[in-house]
């Protein structure tokens, strides 16, 4: 297996950890699981269909999913 992912969990973690202890809490934990589940579908969308190369599939899958979850929350007002 590769150290990658277990990089990017630590790295994570880390982040969390800093931004908790700077005050700033993120947003509730379901908002949170849909941004990613919806980010990694889009990502593998992309990938799939050959629309771009896994790296880049992969940023514009969590910028969409970001945009669109922006849109959700802001115009319709319903919480995820």
């Given at each position: 297996?590769?150290?990658?992912?277990?990089?990017?969990?630590?790295?994570?973690f880390?982040?969390?950890?800093?931004?908790?202890?700077?005050?700033?809490?993120?947003?509730?934990?379901?908002?949170?699981l849909?941004?990613?589940?919806l980010?990694?579908?889009?990502?593998?969308?992309?990938?799939?269909?050959?629309?771009?190369?896994?790296?880049?599939?992969?940023?514009?899958?969590?910028?969409?999913?970001?945009?669109?979850?922006?849109?959700?929350?802001?115009?319709?007002?319903?919480?995820?």
């Amino acid at each position: 297996m590769d150290d990658g992912p277990l990089i990017g969990l630590g790295l994570g973690f880390l982040v969390w950890l800093v931004i908790w202890r700077a005050g700033i809490r993120p947003r509730p934990a379901r908002e949170s699981l849909a941004f990613v589940a919806l980010g990694l579908a889009l990502s593998l969308l992309l990938r799939v269909l050959g629309i771009f190369n896994p790296s880049t599939s992969v940023v514009v899958g969590f910028v969409a999913a970001a945009i669109a979850l922006t849109l959700w929350t802001r115009f319709w007002r319903v919480p995820i």
